[in-house]
């Protein structure tokens, strides 16, 4: 089950690379989200811990790997600031993101999936 999410954290980071390369920044900030969504939900997995919502996969990351040190705490302010940015984007009055805002974000969604990778494969 966590090589499953894990496969799709990065078929979803291939798309996102279209979407980067079309300019379509919206539907980009989705895709940052849900590459590392499922990147986190493979660590949650992968430690038999259940969260039914994207809300419960952030406090149980927050919990089991932000707190107790496995993953750093830039990289879960990150995690958390990408949930934001997709709640802006899906909730929030109509906003249309740049790539100045959103392009320096792939190479920090790309970091937290190699951890997570890291993490996943050493056991």
Do not use: C
């Not at 980071?13 to 499922?38: G, H, I, T």
């Not at 600031?81 to 190479?107: H, M, R, S, V, Y």
């Amino acid at each position: 089950m966590a090589l499953h999410r894990m496969s799709r954290a990065k078929k979803t980071m291939d798309e996102l690379e279209l979407l980067s390369k079309n300019e379509r920044w919206n539907a980009a900030v989705n895709r940052l989200y849900y590459a590392s969504f499922y990147s986190v939900s493979a660590l949650l997995v992968n430690s038999g811990s259940k969260a039914k919502t994207d809300i419960g996969v952030k406090k149980m990351f927050e919990k089991h790997f932000v707190l107790t040190g496995v993953i750093s705490k830039e990289a879960g302010e990150f995690y958390s600031k990408l949930f934001k940015l997709k709640e802006e984007d899906e909730f929030g009055p109509f906003f249309e993101f740049t790539e100045k805002e959103i392009a320096p974000l792939l190479q920090n969604t790309r970091q937290l999936i190699s951890k997570v990778e890291s993490i996943l494969f050493k056991q």
